[in-house]
């Protein structure tokens, strides 16, 4: 073999892995035919299988030169352009380098050394056989083409990114039913009409704790937290409603017995409002935990008594004042015995939130009128006598006092103010206001809580607002609510 041969088949053999160089490979029968002709026309054979820019980039460089991106194919065009100027068809390494499923997604395809040698061994098969069975490669060539195109589109398919999912879910929820967008509507439209209502309220709202900003002792800055902070605080001292159950001596109607005849040694006394809610507080909260016996039920009221005005009053009375009340019942040591275990029992919680603290927030909404004021102290005292109240917190029943008292001297509506300085709405306030107005249309049977408000200290309130209450208790009461009185 001619030397010039052998120097190409050694220069094709060097770049036959190199992915930048040309993917043409030289065969003995294509050496042979390429030395035929170059000696019949003196050319050099390395001319066909090389372009003049590829051999002088690599002269001068000294390496092959580096592709600039890998969807760079300028080498198969030249490889098919050297091909077509031999006369021979070319060769479809085409297809091993790029398919339709990926020119369409954007993919490329890096070239690697099984794809290279494929296109060199088809372009040899081709050059060896005659033309009619280059048809029959070609053809086969093509339909394992477009098996391979299927079955990468299917795997691309089955591969979609999140992005198509996200919108197939959105097109198929822009298809539900239109029934189901009404109710959507609907609610959303409910929500803006809450909102609008309560915005509406407050605005309506008048502010008056601005008025006293200038007052040091109304402490306006901080008067709000300081009834939100009563409100917690009255539900950990509120007692067992139902404490009555399990005090086997006792019944409800001497629970309102007691109470009465506390209010009497009260007035005697001439103590604080404050100093009665207390006691009433300390022996609800001591019978809801222990179990007192008939005839110790009068030491447990006087001492009550005792302890709350030493908790409320500036000068308290003496010990032996309060056994002297009980008809010396009760000697002092007695007294102060029980006071210990009063308070043991209560864990020295004393911290009773009391509903005339209450009332005097709503007073100041209402311009502080002196009648309604008065009329609603002796509602509020009345849940101390009647324990159907127990279930209810005394800023509760402080609202319904005060409602009550506007309707029976009639004072006007209840407001956006007065309901945002009580706390309560009229429909809250409305079972509250309706025991009260039961008991007022029943008869007088606490005789001491009667008399006291039916002097002129207190406006005759206990007379007007029984005399209210006869004669429109029944727009308020049903009948099914008059129960008999016999148990209080």
Known sequence: MPPQVRSLRTRGAMNE?????????????????????????????????????VATSTANNGAPRRRAALGDVSNVTKSENTETKEGKKPATSKIGLTSKATSQTGGVQKLSRTNTSRTGTTATATAKKPSSETKRVGSAQVKRTSSQKSVQEKTLQAEEPPRKKVEVEKKAAEKQPPVEKVSTVKEELEVPVADNAKQAFEDAVVDLDTEDLDDPLMVAEYVVEIFDYLRDLEI???????????QPDLEWKMRGILVDWLIEVHTRFRLLPETLFLAVNIIDRFLSAEVVALDRLQLVGVTAMFIASKYEEILSPHVANFSHVADETFSDKEILDAERHILATLEYNMSYPNPMNFLRRISKADNYDIQTRTL??????????????????????????????????DQGP?????AHYAGYTEDEIDPVFRLMVDYLHRPVCHEAFFKK?????????????????????HYYIKSSLAQSYSSL
């Open 17 to 53: 892995n190199d992915e930048n160089g040309p993917s043409t490979r030289v065969t003995r029968a294509k050496a042979a035919a390429l030395s035929t002709e170059g000696q019949a026309a003196n050319v050099p054979a390395k001319k066909p299988l090389q372009t003049k820019k």
């Open 236 to 246: 950990e001292t509120q007692p067992n409603p139902e404490y009555i159950e399990h």
């Open 376 to 409: 609603a102290k002796y509602l509020i005292e009345i849940s101390l006598l009647d324990h159907r109240f127990l279930v209810y917190q005394q800023s509760h029943v402080a609202a319904a006092a005060m409602y009550l008292a506007r309707v029976i001297l």
């Open 414 to 418: 209840w407001d956006a103010t007065l």
């Open 453 to 473: 408000y039916a002097s002129k200290k207190f406006l005759k309130a206990s007379i007007i607002t029984r005399q209210w209450a006869k004669k429109y208790h």
